[in-house]
């Protein structure tokens, strides 16, 4: 009770008894979650106005005698002619290490009912990216725990990497992985007592999803003890648009505070598709006029600033990382579409999902040949970039020679020789969801294979083999696998003791 | 040009004719054109007294103040205000004295889309807001 009883006093003491100036306006017309308000003459591009029963709006229009303003809470309770005033702050958000493990909205209010957030700081929503001065170039990896992905298309911190393909082909689950494996390296390297240790928190945006979806996430990544190190940033389908819009610099601002303290961080924004369409939602609304596919002109600009956000800054600049996992959604498997053009010029790459490997059981379902990663082995510690540097190449060459060789009976030595070896390096890539793979492990089965430790086993077998051969790793023969992870190289007396370890699990292995 | 900037510039244009040098509305130019626009039913004419309305209370607005208070009006407190307002505006402010009982205590002046204001509904409405 005296708890209370200070916060009150506290708070009047606090309180301030000065006059106070405000600039005000009437609503005009009210619709879809847009408010036109004339007046508010003073109000500036991005201010937080505030509406009648607490519901808050961005000013987003500001023309000769109106202000175009879209609305971040319930709109049942306004009407025309309500006032309207400025709060001379930009909107911003909650920030810190207490909104880890919390499910919050788009103006980072919680909605996970665990009490309210205790955050020191707030963040402007909208920031300017890090110029050129304080970036560096990605050279750390960020493990995804997916074979196909680390191997092929490695991701580092302060990467931008799209992941796309249409929908129902593994896009969220590739990013969930990710999440996933952060958690697990974060508990291992924190009871490890390695000084050196750089955990990774992160943010998983939910733009336009169905909330019985957002919610099924949620429970994933508390059942695998992942949600201690995550916060999602919640704006479903059934939100007003502007939240839609709002959620990805908001998730945004929250993990640049982990980058400029120092620390790294990795957000999801899942999806971006739908955050354009719900942006052009408000655009048409306000009035602006549309181009291709009535989207606003600076469509693209609504992504270039978001995902320039992400990067990695210089040891002056405190060493910290932001890595971005952005998700588009193709139609029909078309990557020339407007949305994810866009997307794809201003990433460092990006892993494209096929509906037709998905359908064929070949889960995830990467294309080899339009999946990419501008950062490349910078971003993979030396033992894995000596065993994967070119699976790549050979698992292209395998789907060029496989497409050829339907249409031939009789074929050589040696075509056959690759087309066995990428038949067994698709197999080797399958891999169950939310199972993420430590990259140690990922590395020894690497070895395996270019070793021709799999040549014995028939294609069909390869995927049990691989299942019995990380268990053999985690448990009897895990002592070369330590060696990698404490070295991150691969030396002659890791590869004598990996080649044992094989020997041995093979004469188990039936 | 859209339909609907056409119309709110002619709406303003039209207000335009009725300001005399001070830029105030006189109000037998003003009846005068409404009568003629409802003479000769222009079309959307709803649409365009609408916007001739909000024109004239948004330039009334400029020149005038409302000043809402709660209990007793205080002259001496009223010249106060006039000769502070003075020094806030351009020309002379007119000024529209109003009881407003919800404030509870002090005042609240709105000039223009300018709302100054020490009464005691904003403090505790801030002690609220201070608590959510």
Same mark, same amino acid.
């Given at each position: 009770?005296?708890?209370?009883?200070?916060?009150?006093?506290? $708070?009047?003491?606090?309180?301030?008894?000065?006059?106070?100036?405000?600039?005000?306006?009437?609503?005009? @017309?009210?619709?879809?979650?847009?408010?036109?308000?004339?007046?508010?003459?003073?109000v500036m591009f991005n201010e937080m106005v505030?509406?009648?029963?607490?519901?808050l709006g961005i000013a987003l229009n500001l023309? $000769?005698?109106?202000v175009g303003c879209v609305?971040l809470?319930?709109?049942?309770? &306004?009407?025309?002619?309500?006032?309207?005033?400025t709060t001379g702050k930009l909107l911003s958000?909650?920030?810190?290490? =207490?909104?880890?493990?919390?499910?919050?909205?788009?103006?980072?209010?919680?909605?996970?009912?665990?009490?309210?957030?205790?955050?020191?700081?707030?963040?402007p929503v909208e920031r300017i990216?890090?110029?050129?001065?304080?970036?560096?170039?990605?050279?750390?990896?960020?493990?995804?725990?997916?074979? =196909?992905?680390?191997?092929?298309?490695?991701?580092?911190?302060?990467?931008?990497?799209?992941?796309?393909?249409?929908?129902?082909?593994?896009?969220?689950?590739?990013?969930?992985?990710?999440?996933?494996?952060?958690?697990?390296?974060?508990?291992?390297?924190?009871?490890?007592?390695?000084?050196?240790?750089?955990?990774?928190?992160?943010?998983?945006?939910?733009?336009?999803?169905?909330?019985?979806?957002?919610?099924?996430?949620?429970?994933? &990544? %508390?059942?695998?003890?992942?949600?201690?190190?995550?916060?999602?940033?919640?704006?479903?389908?059934?939100?007003? !648009?502007a939240?839609?819009y709002l =959620?990805?610099y908001?998730?945004? =601002?929250?993990?640049?505070?982990?980058?400029?303290?120092?620390?790294?961080? &990795?957000?999801?924004?899942?999806?971006?598709?739908?955050?354009?369409?719900?942006?052009?939602?408000?655009?048409?609304?306000?009035?602006? !006029?549309?181009?291709?596919?009535?989207?606003?002109?600076?469509?693209?600009?609504?992504?270039?600033r978001?995902?320039?956000?992400?990067?990695?800054?210089? $040891?002056?600049?405190?060493?910290?990382?932001? @890595?971005?996992? !952005?998700?588009?959604?193709?139609?029909?498997?078309?990557?020339?579409?407007?949305?994810?053009?866009?997307?794809?010029?201003?990433?460092?790459?990006?892993?494209?999902?096929? @509906?037709?490997?998905?359908?064929?059981?070949?889960?995830?379902?990467?294309?080899?040949?339009?999946?990419?990663?501008?950062?490349?082995?910078?971003?993979?510690?030396?033992?894995?970039?000596?065993?994967?540097?070119?699976?790549?190449?050979?698992?292209?060459?395998?789907?060029?020679?496989?497409?050829?060789?339907?249409?031939?009976?009789?074929?050589?030595?040696?075509?056959?020789?690759?087309?066995?070896?990428?038949?067994?390096?698709?197999? &080797?890539?399958?891999?169950?969801?939310?199972?993420?793979?430590?990259? %140690?492990?990922?590395?020894?089965?690497?070895?395996?294979?270019?070793?021709?430790?799999?040549?014995?086993?028939?294609?069909?077998?390869?995927?049990?083999?691989?299942?019995?051969?990380?268990?053999?790793?985690?448990?009897?023969?895990?002592?070369?696998?330590?060696?990698?992870?404490?070295?991150?190289?691969? %030396? $002659?007396?890791?590869?004598?003791?990996?080649?044992?370890?094989?020997?041995?699990?093979?004469?188990?292995?039936? | 040009?859209?339909?609907?900037?056409?119309? *709110?510039?002619? +709406? *303003?244009?039209?207000?335009?004719?009725?300001?005399?040098?001070?830029? *105030?509305?006189?109000?037998?130019?003003?009846?005068?054109?409404?009568?003629?626009?409802?003479?000769?039913?222009?079309?959307?004419?709803?649409?365009?007294?609408?916007?001739?309305?909000?024109?004239?209370?948004?330039?009334?607005?400029?020149?005038? +103040?409302?000043?809402?208070?709660?209990? *007793?009006?205080?002259?001496?407190?009223?010249?106060?205000?006039?000769?502070?307002?003075?020094?806030?505006?351009?020309?002379?402010?007119?000024?529209?004295?109003?009881?407003?009982?919800?404030?509870?205590?002090?005042?609240?002046?709105?000039?223009?889309?300018?709302?100054?204001?020490?009464?005691? +509904?904003?403090?505790?409405?801030?002690?609220?807001?201070?608590?959510?």
């Amino acid at each position: 009770m005296s708890a209370i009883t200070d916060l009150i006093k506290r $708070e009047i003491e606090n309180l301030s008894t000065d006059a106070t100036r405000t600039n005000v306006g009437t609503i005009s @017309t009210l619709a879809d979650g847009v408010a036109q308000v004339e007046g508010l003459s003073k109000v500036m591009f991005n201010e937080m106005v505030e509406f009648p029963n607490n519901v808050l709006g961005i000013a987003l229009n500001l023309e $000769e005698d109106s202000v175009g303003c879209v609305l971040l809470g319930d709109t049942s309770s &306004l009407k025309e002619g309500d006032e309207v005033r400025t709060t001379g702050k930009l909107l911003s958000v909650p920030v810190g290490k =207490a909104l880890l493990g919390r499910v919050v909205d788009a103006v980072g209010r919680p909605i996970d009912g665990k009490g309210p957030i205790d955050a020191e700081k707030q963040f402007p929503v909208e920031r300017i990216a890090p110029g050129i001065i304080p970036r560096k170039s990605v050279d750390q990896p960020l493990q995804t725990g997916i074979m =196909a992905v680390d191997s092929m298309v490695p991701i580092g911190r302060g990467q931008r990497e799209l992941i796309i393909g249409d929908r129902s082909t593994g896009k969220t689950t590739i990013a969930i992985d990710t999440i996933i494996n952060q958690s697990k390296i974060n508990k291992q390297g924190e009871n490890s007592g390695n000084p050196d240790f750089r955990p990774v928190f992160c943010i998983y945006v939910a733009v336009g999803q169905k909330n019985s979806n957002i919610a099924r996430t949620i429970k994933l &990544l %508390e059942s695998t003890g992942a949600m201690d190190y995550v916060t999602i940033v919640s704006a479903p389908a059934a939100v007003n !648009p502007a939240n839609q819009y709002l =959620a990805p610099y908001s998730g945004c =601002a929250m993990g640049e505070w982990f980058m400029e303290n120092g620390m790294d961080a &990795l957000i999801v924004y899942d999806d971006l598709s739908k955050h354009a369409v719900a942006y052009r939602q408000i655009s048409l609304i306000l009035k602006r !006029p549309s181009g291709r596919e009535a989207y606003p002109g600076d469509v693209f600009y609504l992504h270039s600033r978001l995902l320039e956000r992400s990067a990695r800054l210089n $040891e002056n600049n405190g060493n910290g990382s932001l @890595t971005a996992l !952005p998700i588009i959604e193709t139609q029909m498997g078309d990557v020339s579409g407007y949305i994810p053009t866009n997307v794809i010029s201003i990433t460092d790459g990006q892993i494209f999902l096929e @509906t037709d490997l998905f359908n064929k059981g070949i889960r995830p379902a990467v294309s080899v040949g339009l999946s990419v990663s501008r950062v490349g082995s910078a971003a993979q510690i030396k033992a894995y970039k000596k065993v994967a540097g070119k699976v790549k190449l050979e698992l292209a060459q395998f789907r060029e020679l496989a497409a050829f060789s339907q249409f031939e009976s009789d074929l050589d030595a040696s075509t056959k020789a690759r087309l066995d070896r990428g038949a067994r390096i698709v197999e &080797l890539f399958k891999q169950g969801a939310y199972n993420p793979v430590p990259v %140690e492990i990922q590395a020894a089965v690497m070895w395996g294979m270019q070793n021709d430790f799999f040549d014995s086993i028939p294609v069909a077998d390869i995927s049990r083999a691989v299942e019995s051969l990380k268990d053999y790793l985690e448990t009897q023969g895990k002592e070369p696998c330590e060696q990698i992870y404490k070295t991150g190289k691969l %030396e $002659e007396d890791t590869e004598r003791n990996l080649r044992s370890a094989f020997e041995d699990w093979k004469r188990t292995f039936s | 040009m859209s339909e609907d900037i056409k119309i *709110k510039k002619l +709406a *303003k244009n039209l207000v335009m004719i009725t300001l005399d040098e001070e830029g *105030k509305i006189i109000q037998s130019e003003m009846e005068k054109l409404i009568s003629g626009l409802i003479e000769t039913q222009p079309s959307g004419l709803k649409k365009l007294l609408k916007l001739i309305l909000n024109e004239t209370k948004r330039l009334e607005y400029g020149y005038s +103040a409302v000043v809402e208070f709660n209990g *007793k009006s205080d002259q001496r407190m009223v010249d106060n205000l006039v000769q502070k307002l003075d020094t806030l505006t351009v020309g002379k402010v007119e000024l529209k004295i109003v009881e407003t009982p919800t404030i509870i205590a002090g005042y609240r002046v709105r000039i223009g889309d300018d709302v100054i204001e020490d009464s005691i +509904a904003s403090r505790l409405s801030n002690l609220n807001k201070s608590f959510q």
